[in-house]
């Protein structure tokens, strides 16, 4: 019987390489973002290689599109294999002091927090029920170490951080596996996003260095959700060659 891997945030980055990775390796796929158009174009890749794929619009923010998403997936499959928490996102650069409105600060939290425990409370009892599961949840290095103007979002890869041990600590016992995925710089939308849409200011994160890929991240999720049943990677940190910690990049002169 093929495995079942659901992603969340799959439309784009980490999420969309993970999906078509786990396809080529065998996998079958619940793909859930918000974006139905990205998501449908994912969707078809991993069809075109073979994957038995359920897709639907997903906000993990919402406990009613998060349980259907998850009710529709379990009727599909009958069972989930795995769980990649990969939603998630950063808004702003905003230093505490000087942030004026909590929309943001709100937005990260429910979505990289709130978002994750939600998916994986609805997923783990399935995997129990089943007997087999792995979560993988998309930490970063901004859970290892904060940075000005990162308050919010490091505290939410911290809570990541928090929630993968407790979770660790909880299935002891239980034949499900959790892993944390931990990257530094990788370039995909995500800078896009945290500076609303100004590709400019995303590009010049990248300027001089060589970022890791989604494509990089896709295959150590892969190469982790792959190992023999009794074998757990538990935190991986994984950092471009050009980053030694957050804000520490070497830059290359043009
Ligand atoms: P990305 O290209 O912006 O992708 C983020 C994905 O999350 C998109 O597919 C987006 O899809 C989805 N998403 C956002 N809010 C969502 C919501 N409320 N419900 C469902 N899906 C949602 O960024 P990425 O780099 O691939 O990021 C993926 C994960 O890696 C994030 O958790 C991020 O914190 C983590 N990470 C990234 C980096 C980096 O440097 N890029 C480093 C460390 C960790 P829709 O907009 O279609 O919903």
Request: proline share 2%.
């Amino acid at each position: 019987m093929k495995k079942v891997a659901m992603i969340t945030g799959a439309s784009g980055g980490i999420g969309k390489a993970t999906a078509l990775q786990l396809a080529d390796a065998g996998f079958d796929l619940a793909l859930g973002a918000r974006n139905l158009e990205k998501l449908a174009e994912v969707a078809k890749i991993a069809r075109d290689k073979g994957a038995d794929v359920y897709m639907n619009a997903l906000d993990v923010r919402n406990l009613e599109s998060a349980t259907q998403f998850v009710d529709e997936a379990k009727e599909h499959f009958g069972h989930i294999d795995i769980l990649v928490n990969n939603a998630g996102l950063a808004l702003g650069t905003t230093k505490i002091a000087e942030q004026t409105d909590e929309t943001e600060w709100q937005t990260m939290i429910d979505t990289n927090v709130m978002g994750l425990l939600r998916m994986t409370r609805l997923v783990v009892p399935l995997m129990i029920e089943n007997g087999y599961g792995h979560v993988v949840n998309l930490g970063s290095t901004a859970g290892h170490d904060a940075y000005a103007g990162g308050s919010v979002y490091c505290a939410t890869k911290f809570g990541e951080r928090a929630i993968s041990t407790a979770l660790r600590h909880e299935l002891l016992g239980y034949p499900i596996r959790v892993t944390s995925v931990d990257p530094g710089m990788v370039e995909t939308d995500f800078s896009v996003v945290r500076y609303q849409g100004d590709k400019q200011k995303a590009e010049q994160v990248y300027e001089g260095m060589i970022p890791l890929t989604a494509e990089d991240i896709a295959d150590i999720i892969v190469f982790a959700v792959t190992r023999k049943p009794h074998v757990d990677l538990d935190t991986i940190i994984v950092r471009p060659t050009d980053q030694a910690g957050n804000g520490l990049v070497h830059r290359r002169q043009k």
